[in-house]
């Protein structure tokens, strides 16, 4: 990783690492699969980059906010964490989902944008459907494109989606947002946002 040159000082970067002008249709066809070299889908072009990036968010109590003056973006409504079946890599987002929209007394209906931590669109792709959003990715899901377009910079995607999440909501006027993702071993984490 780049950060700072031989005299200390920060080296500027100017082009995007996961972006590639060359990928062509054929080029992605020729990928191998990474899992399973027979019948598999999964490639280094339909799944997320590893790349660099940082990303922080400050969560406090409205009480101490409000003492410190600082402006309320967004209130977290509810928060789950689930699992299902390991071998089922990266479905965790859909019980997690499930969980944390139950906790708020709200269902995927009520809610108006959604941030899917995609790992590999082999993984993204059933979350969407069997949450019901297949029919309406263009207008709710990761409007910003999600981690296969953008990157994955390990350790920050869970602030990451959630800020992005609660721009969105500002942005276009959104009352609640979802951020969820999917962790290893069948695990999946999701949070439920209401903009203040």
Do not use: Y
Request: hydrophobic share 40%.
């Amino acid at each position: 990783t780049l950060g700072h040159d031989s005299q200390g000082n920060l080296i500027k970067l100017t082009q995007d690492e996961v972006i590639r002008p060359e990928t062509t249709i054929e080029s992605l066809s020729a990928l191998r699969p990474v899992f399973d070299p027979v019948n598999g889908t999964v490639t280094a072009g339909s799944s997320s980059a590893l790349s660099d990036g940082a990303s922080a968010m400050l969560i406090m109590s409205e009480e101490k906010a409000n003492q410190l003056g600082l402006s309320i973006r967004a209130r977290i409504k509810s928060m789950a964490i689930a699992g299902c079946d390991p071998s089922i890599m990266g479905f965790g987002p859909v019980p997690a989902s499930q969980k944390a929209l139950q906790r708020a007394g709200l269902t995927m209906k009520d809610i108006d944008i959604i941030e899917l931590n995609e790992a590999f669109a082999a993984q993204s792709l059933p979350c969407v459907k069997e949450l019901g959003l297949l029919d309406m990715m263009d207008e709710k899901v990761n409007l910003n494109g999600g981690a296969i377009a953008l990157g994955h910079p390990l350790g920050c995607s869970g602030t990451r989606i959630s800020t992005t999440l609660i721009n969105l909501m500002e942005q276009q006027g959104a009352q609640f947002g979802l951020a969820t993702m999917c962790i290893g071993l069948g695990q999946g984490i999701a949070t439920v946002f209401e903009r203040v």
